[in-house]
């Protein structure tokens, strides 16, 4: 048996470039969330405070809060399983909706469309 391989060598040997692929997949994804939830915080920093209320949204603080909270669940939670890891798919949702709802609104009301 000394000069034989097992028949588990091979296989390990080529286990590892098939599971690598989705995990870099996943790490891809998981840094592009990261660098979304990003953007909607620098975005929502930077816009007017008083346009928040004004297009019928939560104020300007607690944007920046949820979105901050996100982006931390993001950054911090991503390999661990359970009910916390679902705080960082809120964050996600949370960088969505600000960006595709809030961030048009506040958008149009500081244009002076709809103020």
Known sequence: MRGQSSPAGPRLAYAGPVLGAPIGVYLVISYACI???GWALIDAATRR?????AAGR?????WLGILGAGVVCQWIFPALFGPIA???LAGIV???VYLVDV????IEVSRGSRW
Do not use: C, S
Request: aromatic share 4%.
């Open 49 to 53: 405070a008083d346009a928040f209320p």
């Open 35 to 37: 660098a979304m939830g």
């Open 94 to 96: 949370a960088a969505i």
């Open 58 to 62: 939560q104020t300007k603080p607690i």
């Open 86 to 88: 679902m705080l960082g």
């Open 103 to 106: 961030r048009r609104r506040v």
